[in-house]
């Protein structure tokens, strides 16, 4: 029996996340006044997608609780999409962008922070906030995995919708650039055009690696737990 009911640590990962959220728009940071505003960077993306995917997490739990028992087809009907979209954001989102976050922030910050988070910033963000946008992102998205069974689409059309969330973000970075002069991150400012896309094809390929290790994950920690389960039932 789990220590901490599933729908419990939703709630609080959830409730985690709006904190997260608030404080961060709660910052008078120059960035956020150009164009764009926050929107222009993934992190911020991140963040506003996981607080979705558990809210949909919670809402889902909620639904659950309230239709059980109830002969309502249409009740029953109306969970299985919630149940639907809960698993495909999981798959397509939650996952891939959020082990992409963090991966990516962690490996060029400790190459050289000024690449993706100038010290400059450590005058606006505090030490917690940074690691609540950029560190437990996986754990958290990790606990959901191993506490819920959520079922991939098939993987061409994953795969196809994750590149199209990359290669929307990537078209989103050159409107910005294109609008302010600037790009979103001091890394793209310091490489050639040529360089510049083969770095984009690069991150939407790992975007998409993520993705793939992201369902090798759930089938491994689902078939894992069905074999003990049954061994259980067997001896």
Request: hydrophobic fraction near 50%; proline fraction near 4%; charge should be positive.
């Amino acid at each position: 029996m789990a220590l901490i009911p599933s729908q419990i640590l939703r709630v609080a990962i959830l409730l985690s996340y709006f904190s997260i959220l608030c404080n961060y728009k709660a910052i008078d940071m120059p960035a956020h006044q150009t164009y764009g505003g926050s929107w222009k960077f993934l992190t911020f993306i991140d963040l506003v997608i996981q607080a979705v995917f558990f809210g949909v997490c919670v809402l889902t739990d909620l639904s659950s609780l309230l239709t059980k028992g109830s002969a309502s087809m249409e009740q029953e009907r109306q969970l299985r999409k919630l149940i639907s979209l809960r698993d495909w954001m999981m798959a397509v989102l939650a996952f891939p962008v959020g082990a992409f976050v963090v991966t990516m922030f962690w490996t060029l910050y400790v190459y050289d922070r000024d690449l993706v988070y100038p010290r400059l910033l450590d005058n606006f963000i505090p030490q917690w906030l940074n690691h609540g946008m950029h560190t437990t992102v996986l754990p958290f998205i990790v606990i959901e995995m191993r506490t819920t069974h959520h079922r991939y689409p098939s993987r061409t059309c994953g795969l196809f919708a994750v590149c199209m969330f990359a290669v929307g973000y990537v078209v989103w970075m050159c409107w910005v650039h294109s609008m302010t002069g600037v790009w979103v991150y001091p890394l793209l400012e310091h490489i050639g055009p040529m360089a510049r896309i083969l770095f984009f094809i690069c991150l939407t390929a790992l975007i998409s690696v993520y993705y793939v290790l992201g369902e090798i994950l759930n089938n491994y920690i689902w078939d894992s737990s069905k074999s003990t389960y049954t061994s259980r039932l067997a001896s």
